[in-house]
């Protein structure tokens, strides 16, 4: 019989549904545990068992788990989504598996106590910041506030509410709007704090990294394009980055520095960051592989499947992480430009003939209703794409500019959402 890897919910995207076909290639029966089957989009191909509980409460699950499986038959926990990591360490830390620490998980949820752990590291660029839980309170630092800026909630993931506010009006109509929120899109409770910082210029980078028993691996560095303001829209990345070899020693050492800080000892990280005066900016710190296809990225330029190595270190495996990139690998998303309904989509076709191009997904349909794009929700497609030069892998990826998505008419935010 074979042993399982528990999976405590998992990503939307594609690589949520890669990682229960991976745990079959290694010999292990992959076990979905989730409240919502019907969130998963190919899950019904997927030849894994699925326990449907609650899986937003770490008890109940601790309760749930003994009544389906004997505990020598577990081999690991682990997940894909953002939002259950501390889930997972929790259950990792009662039942004796392999894992972070709970607290550096908890840590790495939520961004203002990164910010406040880190704040003192001298290898890190230290932005202001100020957390806010209540609106009255943004007149008590509106003096200390500079702009443009950046406000988020420290509890959500996908770039879901990050917005660049250039006045105090917009600072406060984006408050509003976050203290709001008592529930993120898996109904979970949300922390109802919104991080108020400093607004930092300049290109921006991934940093994937992977540990094993306290030692780092960093696998690379990723070149992110964003767009799309005052939203902070991810619209394509390229691995490895192009960047020169004195931004990568800056990265190293910052990144060896911050894990240090913040107890990381297990499985990956993916970080968001910018140089600034030769020091690392952290944007964002992500207890997990990175999301918009990167693991696939990476994969496709160095031939080692990030994803697998995950879950590897979760069933006790050794990853193997020491592979040299061999090519660049790149995506583009396609993004509707405008709010409204689908007529047509056209030029798809023409993308999966190009030489070099390695995936085409579109769920752009007729008839779809679309708002505009303010996170990584609501992207419609993507292309992947490998060559041997960086303005050839550019090029590729630009024909995605040639796809159109037309719409039969246009609509209003407010009208779409009544």
Not at 49 to 62: Q, W
Request: glycine content about 8%; aromatic content about 6%.
């Amino acid at each position: 019989m074979k042993r399982k890897l528990l999976f405590i919910e998992s990503n939307t995207t594609g690589t949520g549904m890669l990682a229960l076909q991976r745990t079959k290639e290694l010999g292990y029966d992959p076990v979905l545990l989730t409240s919502e089957p019907n969130r998963y989009e190919g899950l019904r191909d997927q030849s894994c068992e699925i326990v449907v509980c609650d899986t937003n409460d770490p008890e109940k699950l601790a309760e749930t788990i003994p009544l389906h499986f004997k505990r020598e038959d577990i081999a690991g926990i682990t997940t894909t989504s953002e939002y259950y990591i501390y889930t997972v360490a929790l259950l990792a830390k009662r039942f004796g598996w392999r894992g972070n620490p709970p607290i550096a998980m908890k840590t790495c949820r939520n961004k203002a106590a990164v910010r406040a752990m880190l704040r003192d590291l001298p290898e890190l660029y230290q932005p202001w910041f100020f957390t806010v839980d209540h609106v009255q309170q943004l007149e008590e630092i509106k003096q200390h506030i500079k702009f443009p800026c950046i406000v988020k909630p420290v509890d959500d993931s996908g770039s879901n509410q990050v917005v660049k506010c250039l006045s105090f009006t917009e600072l406060h109509g984006q408050v509003k709007e976050i203290l709001a929120v008592k529930r993120n899109v898996r109904q979970q409770p949300t922390a109802q704090v919104a991080l108020i910082e400093e607004y930092v210029e300049g290109p921006e980078y991934s940093v994937e990294v992977f540990s094993y028993e306290g030692r780092h691996s960093i696998i690379g560095i990723t070149d992110k394009s964003i767009g799309g303001e005052p939203y902070c829209i991810e619209t394509g990345h390229i691995f490895p980055s192009l960047a020169s070899n004195r931004i990568k020693t800056v990265v190293e050492t910052g990144v060896l520095s911050m894990l240090k800080k913040l107890d990381w000892r297990f499985g990956p990280c993916h970080l968001e960051i910018k140089i600034v005066d030769e020091k690392l900016f952290l944007v964002e710190c992500n207890g997990r592989l990175a999301g918009g296809m990167i693991p696939e990225l990476i994969r496709h330029a160095t031939g080692m499947d990030v994803l697998k190595e995950q879950l590897k270190a979760a069933v006790g495996l050794s990853p193997e992480l020491g592979s040299q990139p061999l090519q660049y690998a790149g995506i583009r998303f396609l993004i509707p430009k405008e709010a409204g309904e689908i007529q047509e989509v056209t030029g798809i076709e023409q993308l999966r003939q190009l030489p070099g191009v390695k995936e085409v997904v579109c769920r752009a349909e007729p008839g779809k209703l679309v708002q505009r794009v303010v996170n990584a929700y609501g992207r419609l497609g993507y292309i992947i794409a490998a060559a041997a030069d960086g303005k050839e892998l550019h090029q590729l990826l630009s024909q995605m500019d040639n796809v159109e998505v037309k719409m039969k008419e246009r609509v209003s935010v407010a009208e779409f959402s009544e």
